[in-house]
């Protein structure tokens, strides 16, 4: 079981995330919260739920999008390590704050959201997650992330190759030396 974590790769692809369907390919509806619907993409939302514009409403709002039920508590995306790429498009009417986080809570950067549709990105690097607020139904969607480094690392097989050859060189080393001690030719 030692080696099962050997061949692991860090995840650096770039996600996107329109809410249509969840990272399963199943389909999402009107009201449901979205929680780990995105998990395999290293993502979990907290107090966000599926929202959907009635008819007439133009680009991007007239499908699926993220919003808050609950006004006075922002919604959050967490993610499973840190990304250095963070963008998304506002959807609704309403403005409000999105505040990127990086590990332990720090704030690492605030933008205002207003004017729709409109896009905003995140330039910080070591983003862990993004808040939402707003004193209104803020709508957003289209969030595309990558670069998303896992906070647990796994050696990848060069770091255990080094190391393996590292611990053979200080026992070949050491074994070295004792036979030169056992060995020596000393002189009266």
């Known amino acids: 079981m030692i080696f099962a974590g050997i061949g692991a790769a860090p995840a650096t692809a770039a996600e996107f995330i329109d809410f249509e369907t969840t990272a399963g390919g199943a389909a999402t509806l009107d009201g449901g919260a979205i929680g780990n619907d995105f998990s395999a993409f290293g993502a979990t939302f907290t107090n966000a739920f599926y929202r959907q514009c009635g008819g007439g409403c133009p680009a991007p709002a007239n ?45 690492l950067e ?10 905003f990105s995140f330039t910080s690097t070591g983003i862990n997650s993004i808040s939402f607020s707003s004193s209104a139904q803020l709508g957003v969607d289209n969030f595309a992330f990558g670069d998303v480094q896992g906070m647990s690392a796994v050696p990848e097989p060069a770091a255990w190759a080094m190391m393996l050859i590292g611990f053979g060189f200080v026992g070949g080393t050491m074994r070295a030396a004792n036979r030169r ?4 030719v000393t002189y009266a």
Not at 80 to 99: E, L, P, R
Not at 181 to 184: E, I, R, S
């Open 110 to 119: 605030s933008i205002a959201i207003s004017g729709f549709p409109s896009s």
């Open 181 to 184: 001690k056992k060995f020596a």
């Open 63 to 107: 499908g699926i999008f993220a919003s808050s039920n609950n006004f006075a508590n922002p919604f959050t995306i967490t993610f499973a390590g840190i990304t250095n790429a963070f963008s998304f498009s506002n959807v609704s009417n309403s403005s409000g704050t999105a505040s990127a986080f990086g590990i332990g809570g720090n704030l």
